[in-house]
């Protein structure tokens, strides 16, 4: 089995950089006018961080997920505390190794699902060794 490889980080906690944000939004038609514009500020921390003891960040390394929106140096928000169920996307421990699938859970089996065709699912038996590390909440994506 070839997996990602994911090197993980946590939030720092003593820093939130606040940053500019744009309250109305961003039109994708006719720009709006300049005068609308007000100055606030946000931190990407705390808009994607809903359990700080439990939320991890990690880059993905692989291309197993595209199909997903997740590429290849994607920073995944993982939050632990979420119960892993049918469908979601979830970074998995399973025998030894790292890799984020999305979950297929039926009362007869578990499968870790790809979302790139040249990748096979992987079917979680018995003589596997498996934990759910956590669930994907958002992916930041650099363009």
């Given at each position: 089995?070839?997996?990602e490889?994911?090197?993980?980080?946590?939030?720092?906690?003593e820093y939130?950089?606040?940053?500019?944000?744009?309250?109305?939004?961003?039109?994708?038609g006719?720009?709006?006018?300049?005068d609308?514009?007000?100055e606030?500020?946000?931190?990407?921390d705390?808009e994607?961080?809903?359990?700080?003891?439990?939320?991890?960040?990690?880059r993905?390394?692989?291309?197993s997920?595209?199909?997903a929106?997740l590429?290849?140096?994607?920073?995944?928000?993982?939050?632990?505390?979420l119960e892993?169920?049918d469908?979601?996307?979830a970074?998995?421990?399973?025998?030894?190794?790292?890799?984020?699938?999305?979950l297929?859970?039926?009362?007869d089996e578990?499968?870790?699902?790809?979302?790139?065709?040249?990748?096979?699912s992987?079917?979680?038996t018995?003589?596997?060794e498996?934990?759910?590390?956590?669930?994907?909440?958002?992916?930041?994506?650099?363009?």
């Amino acid at each position: 089995m070839k997996s990602e490889k994911l090197v993980f980080f946590r939030p720092n906690r003593e820093y939130h950089k606040k940053m500019h944000w744009v309250q109305e939004g961003i039109s994708a038609g006719f720009p709006s006018p300049a005068d609308d514009f007000k100055e606030l500020r946000i931190s990407i921390d705390q808009e994607v961080v809903s359990n700080e003891e439990a939320t991890f960040y990690a880059r993905v390394s692989g291309e197993s997920m595209q199909g997903a929106g997740l590429d290849d140096g994607d920073l995944l928000v993982i939050d632990r505390s979420l119960e892993p169920i049918d469908n979601k996307i979830a970074v998995c421990f399973i025998d030894g190794e790292f890799t984020v699938k999305r979950l297929k859970v039926t009362k007869d089996e578990v499968l870790l699902i790809p979302e790139n065709p040249k990748y096979q699912s992987i079917k979680v038996t018995e003589e596997n060794e498996l934990i759910i590390w956590g669930v994907v909440t958002y992916v930041v994506k650099k363009l």
